[in-house]
Antibody, heavy 118, light 106 residues
């Protein structure tokens, strides 16, 4: 059974870069799309973007200029970088899997809270 | 961007009774809609995709219906373990979520 686990700093200063990694266990990262989703406090879930295991990416237009998602198939990991963060980027960040041709998310990681504060 | 609106925000239902949750899209998403369940402290879990297809291992008391702009998630007989927040998500044009419906025991 595939499991996903997010990791990274829980506190980031304004204007700096948020960096998270999602480790995939119990299955291969190959053959799937891998997605980052976030939920700011009291707000709805927002899809940040996804990466295919080959490295092809697509990002939410509202975040496109600040986001980079990368994949390391040798480590079965994929990563998120969000630069120039503000307090509005404070959120629980989730990673999740999408099957090819199926644009829903299953499974998800547990999520990790990232707070942007000085 | 397609905006998804869920109602009600909170739903109180007695055990064994039916729970009906609604999700409305700001424009047609065809049948490209999924439902998720999120219990406190847990990751969201996929319940329904394609508006009406149950995901693997999901009990038959959960059912989805609708197409276009109006969708419904029904829990036919509410169990205590169904207490959670439920989200809808469209995937017809990018991916956007509703704000969630919290289901609680009356």
């Amino acid at each position: 059974q595939v499991q996903l686990q997010e990791s990274g700093p829980g506190l980031v200063k304004p204007s700096e870069t948020l960096s998270l990694t999602c480790t995939v266990s119990g299955g291969s990262i190959s053959g799937y799309y891998w997605t980052w989703i976030r939920q700011p406090p009291g707000k709805e879930l927002e899809c940040i973007g996804y990466i295919y295991y080959t490295g092809r990416t697509k990002y939410n237009p509202s975040l496109n200029s600040r986001v980079t998602i990368s994949v390391d198939t040798s480590r079965n990991q994929f990563s998120l970088k969000l630069n120039s963060v503000t307090t509005a980027d404070t959120a629980i960040y989730y990673c999740a899997r999408e099957r090819v041709g199926e644009d829903w998310f299953d499974p998800w990681g547990q999520g990790t809270l990232v707070t942007v504060s000085s | 961007e397609i905006v998804m609106t869920q109602s009600p925000a909170t739903l109180s239902v007695s055990p064994g009774e039916r729970a009906t949750l609604s999700c409305r899209a700001s424009q047609s998403v065809s049948s490209n809609l999924a439902w998720y369940q999120q219990k406190p402290g847990q990751a969201p879990r996929l319940l329904i995709y394609g508006a009406s297809t149950r995901a693997t291992g999901i009990p038959a008391r959960f059912s989805g219906s609708g197409s276009g702009t109006e969708f419904t998630l029904t829990i036919s007989s509410l169990q205590s373990e169904d207490i959670a927040v439920y989200y809808c998500q469209q995937y017809n044009n990018w991916r956007t979520f509703g704000q969630g419906t919290k289901v609680e025991i009356k």
